[in-house]
């Protein structure tokens, strides 16, 4: 017998979807590459004009209050794509409305709050994760097959960029990016959610921190620069930089530094993943399984993302992102604003718990 809010196996996921914004339309070809399993039924943005126009293109139903789309029952799953302090009630009220829920990172703007949401769906034996594209980006699998092939050796140390320009959305005091009541933090809490994310799956986590942080852009109120530096789970130590003001197109950038050879990731170069396999290797090796896509290596792992949710609950079983990743990410995220606080002190963190 399935669960109580389990959909039959094999049956059609109905999809409402919470905000219309920037990421809705790379979750939306999540859903089409999900077509054979999944349908959007129900469409819910404040702005109206706009949840009309995807409901008439759909075929959906429009809701300018996500209470009432939570109230249908045509909707089995939601997919919560708002501003960072509306997950956590949206969440909680989709929860108590029998709705499976997928959630943009980051999960919640604190881990404990984190905590209580996988906690709320768990006692209801719903399914819920966070939308952490990390995990499905070609170049990160790539990366998670050569270590797991040891062709580095033992990881060393790690450095990361996340780096493109938030600097409009920032200055505008009509968008909640910029805005500490609609974000509750800046770069660290935005982008911090996907390195953090990065470090759990493939370094042993974070063990402790120690960060600074700057705001460049001055009508903002939230950090647009930070640089965390610390030690990974596995010993070894790294630096994670977030720009939101540099002038480039978005990208990534991952160093990996092994007892045998090192990986460099940058999404913005071709190829966007080499391997070098020694002090002498100066040319290194292209590896060509993944083609350089600066304007869709990021959409495609979203949209992977979020068809790996839909199949995981038509076919029951837990989607690829465990929820208490998520939590652990938040961890690492709160203790980095710690030492932001008390001017770059060491913090520890606990470790994931099982
Ligand atoms: N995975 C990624 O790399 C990535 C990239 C961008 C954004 N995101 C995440 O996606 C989420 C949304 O970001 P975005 O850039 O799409 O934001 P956005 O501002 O472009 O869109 C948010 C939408 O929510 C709507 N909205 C606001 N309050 C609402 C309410 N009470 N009820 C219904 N609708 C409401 C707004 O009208 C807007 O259309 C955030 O959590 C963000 O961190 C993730």
Redesign the pocket.
Known sequence: MPAEHEPAKGAQIHVGV???????ALHMEGYRLAEDIARITAV????EA?AAAHAQRLDAKAY???EELLADPGVDMVDV????S??VP?VQAALQAGKHVLV???MAPTSAACEELVCMAREAGLTFTV???TRFVDAYLEVERLINDDAIGSVRSVRTFISGSEVERLRDAT???GRRDGTVGGAVM?AGA?TFYLFGWLFGGVTEVRAQSAKLVEESEVEDNALVTGRLGNGGLFSAEFSFTAEIPWGERLEVYGSKGSIIVDQLVDPPVMLYKGEYDFDGNPVTSVARDVLWW?GSS?AAGVRDFVAALSAGRPPKIDPEDGVQAMRVVEAAYESIERDGARVTIEPRRA
Do not use: F, M, Q, R
């Open positions: 919470i905000g219309l914004g920037t990421i809705s819910c943005d404040t702005a706009a300018s209050d996500y794509l708002l501003p960072h509306l997950h949206v943009e990172k980051p939308a952490e594209n968008l909640w990016k935005d996907h990021k979203i």
